[in-house]
């Protein structure tokens, strides 16, 4: 490339807004970090790995840079970059469906099932009751369930993310056969149906019949009884988060809340 190549970079430094510059291509990391953060205690705690990190973030996943006496070139930082300094640790509030709350400090290049196993792990142990510490939890935030696979860094915010957690989903169903019996009654059919509560697919028996009946339940805190209809031989699980379900719907203000709890619903 030669002495006259140049770079062209667009740096954000913790909260403050992006700004962009132009450097020689053979610059060092270093003397881009202190020519344009012009913040000693910062550029100390950055080059000396205290708490703070440079990212380059043009591409995903996102690169951590330390190689501070290479080049600009050398960092493939050419022709123009956008780079990023931040906490080297962030730090996410994990919360359920049932308001228990754990902070929980991690990098962000770690990955979103790391993020539940650990909130899992630092949640009271009777917020996910029946839940193994093994199982794979469902990471929410702003409504939408994140991939596993993805980086907290580049989905989540490196400030004061609330993300809710919620247990795997139920595990497929045992292989069903058609039950032994010299009555006349024809074989039930299964199909793969999504569950209303849920959302997740289960084996549902088409050629049942679908009786309903009404049931209503109130606890000590309801001033009036709630009734809802469900099918003859639903049971105690469905009849339970059906009425679970309804509750969360109720609370509006809540969009995590909401997505988590149908999430934990099991079949």
Known sequence: MGSHSSVRLR??????????????????LEAMVRLEIRD???VRRLVGDEGLELVDVTTHPPKRLTAWGSTLQSCGLWPSARLVVRPLKMEVVVRTVASDEARVRLRPDETVAELGRRGFLALPAAALPGVDAAAPMRVVFNGRQLDPAELCGAVLPKEGAVVFLAPPPPPPPPGISAPQSSSSAPAPRWERRACRICMEEELVDITAPTTTTTTTISSEEEEEPTTRRLKVGATLGTVRHMFQTAEVQDDDDDDDQGEAARLTAED
């Open 40 to 42: 000693a205690l910062t």
């Open 11 to 28: 740096l954000r430094v913790l909260s403050k807004d992006e700004a962009e510059c132009v450097l020689d291509a053979d610059e060092t």
